[in-house]
């Protein structure tokens, strides 16, 4: 059964970068497409990103400017850096794997990491 | 961007009652459309994908249907556990992919 776990600070101070792991048990990280999805307090879902095994990644254009999503075959895990931190970028954040059946949909998902910036 | 857009925001049946939620598209998405459950604290569930494919541990109380601009998701029976908030979402474009604002389907 895979399981996806994020990881890092659930603190981080304005204009400094938000930096939160995700790492895959149950199956290789090689096999799929892997993304990152945020949700505010009390709001909707949207999309960050996603990534690939070979890199190949592909962000929302309204945050690409600030995200980086990487990822390291090694460890079996994907990584979000979100740049220049501001209130807006409060929220539940969530790692996700790309289905085997229909690619852009999303049929595992980690718990969500609820990170607030703050000073 | 392509966007979603679900009615009603909310919903207030009865245990057993059938429940309809629509999900409409500012433009056609063909079937490229998943829906999600989402329980309160927890993460999104995948419940149907391709529009209408059931997703492998899935109730067959819920269906989805549609193609183009105009999709709906249907709960045959709604049961104590179905109480939560439903999401659409299009995979036509990945730039970005997107999300409806949710129906919260609540206790009546």
């Known amino acids: 059964q895979v399981q996806l776990q994020e990881s890092g600070p659930g603190l981080v101070k304005p204009s400094e970068t938000l930096s939160l792991t995700c790492t895959v048990s149950g199956g290789s990280i090689r096999d799929y497409y892997w993304t990152w999805i945020r949700q505010p307090p009390g709001k909707g879902l949207e999309w960050i990103g996603y990534?690939?095994?070979?890199?190949?990644?592909n962000y929302n254009p309204s945050l690409k400017s600030r995200v980086t999503i990487s990822v390291d075959t090694s460890k079996n895990q994907f990584s979000l850096k979100v740049s220049s931190a501001t209130a807006a970028d409060t929220a539940v954040y969530y790692c996700a794997r790309h289905s085997a059946y229909s690619q852009g949909a999303f049929d595992y998902w980690g718990q969500g990491t609820l990170v607030t910036v703050s000073s | 961007d392509i966007q979603m857009t679900q009615s009603p925001s909310t919903l207030s049946p009865s245990v057993g009652d059938r429940v309809t939620i629509t999900c409409r598209a500012s433009q056609s998405i063909s079937s490229w459309l998943a829906w999600y459950q989402q329980r309160p604290g927890k993460a999104p569930k995948l419940l149907i994908y391709k529009a209408s494919s059931l997703e492998s541990g899935v109730p067959s109380r819920f269906s989805g249907s549609g193609s183009g601009t105009e999709f709906t998701l249907t709960i045959s029976s709604l049961q104590p556990d179905d109480f939560a908030t439903y999401y659409c979402q299009q995979y036509s474009s990945y730039s970005p992919l997107t999300f409806g604002g949710g129906t919260k389907v609540e206790i009546k």
């Open positions: 990534i690939y095994y070979s890199g190949n990644s």
